[in-house]
């Protein structure tokens, strides 16, 4: 069951994850920044469905997934659009065995943390 449309800017970063342990013996942890910005996805990503309103869009955002621009992205982790495009691309690839899966939407990008339940 899908409960209402978020339309109120909540702070998405209050509570706290938790972090599978194999991840130490994941790629990712091995470069700094990309294991940064997972982390960030983590704790960013949606925690169950819901509706929302983003980008005067309306999104069905699933368990796991982040609808955000570039420019949002690139403010929230100090990174360039070009330098963060590029470590999306590396974690959404084979160098991170598709730990993300990246689409458009138009108006922004969504990302979706593949096996959100095992991460988290």
């Known amino acids: ?20 342990r194999k991840i130490i013996k994941h790629k990712i942890f091995f470069n ?12 960013s990503v949606a925690w169950k469905e819901h509706w929302a309103i983003k980008y005067e869009k309306r ?12 420019e949002d992205l690139s403010e929230e982790l ?3 659009k070009s330098t ?3 470590y999306i691309g590396d ?3 084979e160098m991170y065995d598709h ?4 689409r458009n939407e138009g108006v922004c990008i969504c990302i979706k943390v593949n096996n959100y339940g095992k991460w988290q």
Do not use: N, P
């Not at 999104?59 to 570039?70: C, N």
């Open 1 to 20: 069951m899908i409960k209402k449309i978020e339309t109120e800017k909540a702070d998405k970063h209050e509570g706290f994850i938790a972090l599978f």
């Open 59 to 70: 999104f069905l955002i699933q368990k796991g997934e982040i609808y955000i621009r570039w």
């Open 99 to 102: 730990i993300i899966t990246k």
């Open 32 to 43: 700094e920044k990309h294991l940064r910005i997972f982390i960030w996805l983590l704790c």
């Open 78 to 80: 100090g990174y360039s």
């Open 91 to 93: 974690m959404a690839g």
């Open 84 to 86: 963060l495009r590029r």
